[in-house]
């Protein structure tokens, strides 16, 4: 019988839980519900709705094997100040799963995971052994980073991305301001495909660093001003790629050519892609929020013998 690693990953937007079996692995997840006109939810909200979506979820997942360890992300960032209560959720959920069948407990950062599904989805699994540059692109991240391998997982330093509106709160507020619902990436995506007007804007920036609010009083102008909703998408999707493209431009210079990964849920955006041919891109349902790098991170801990690479709660 197979023998697997099982990994929760409960963010602010997504419930989600993944098995591993070294090669192969399935994610099953689920976005939590959002209110019309919202653009989130409260953590204490986030928190609840994972705790009733977690059985459903694990009910999805085919265990057809021997679970040899289990993981879990348990805050965002692998730093000591990083800390978000949803993640409770999963954490909780994976250490009484582990002490109760007697197999070893990993916890992971969330940023972590993204990054090791984004790579073994994009078949590059290599890139967690070698120093990379990867974008984490999503609602509440922008950030460009170096990462490096640390112990079985990887270790990432922030070294560029926004100054302050992130690339999928840009996206969810065009989604708002044109009447779509929460999150709004997916029909943006969709309706910048219908643009006759191409335009763009170059975010001021500074290095490896960028503000897009500028990009988000442009927006608002052209809501305001009745422009065709798909020209709308396209100016703010194309406005965060030109950002995106100018401070991958000042890292490679600064620290040399070397592969670039995408992640997080703006990584799936179809025009991202087709913009940055050079960029490393993992399937879309692995660029979004889910479990599988976690597991994937799991499954490396325990065949090597490692060791938990967070404090635990």
Known sequence: MRQLSLAFDTSNYTTSCAVFDGTEGKNS?????????ELGLRQSDALFAHVRSLPQIVDEIDVNGDIIAVGASEKPRETENSYMPCFLAGVCQAKTIAKIIGVPYFGFSHQQGHIAAAAWSAGRIELLEREHLAWHLSGGTTELLLVRPYGCAVQCEIIGGTKDVSAGQLIDRAGQAMGLDFPAGKALDAISKDARKREKYRPKADGMSFSLSGVEHKMKQMVENGSEPGETAYFTIASVIEAVHQA????????????????????????????????????????????????ILTMRAVKSGGRQNLQSF
């Open 29 to 37: 997840g689920r976005l939590l519900e959002v209110r019309p006109g």
């Open 248 to 295: 991958t431009e000042e890292a490679i210079k600064k620290y040399g050519d070397m592969p670039v990964l995408f992640s997080g849920g703006v990584a799936s955006n179809s025009l991202l892609r087709e913009m940055t041919p050079d960029g490393i891109f993992s399937e879309p349902k692995y660029s979004t929020d889910n479990a599988m790098g976690t597991a």
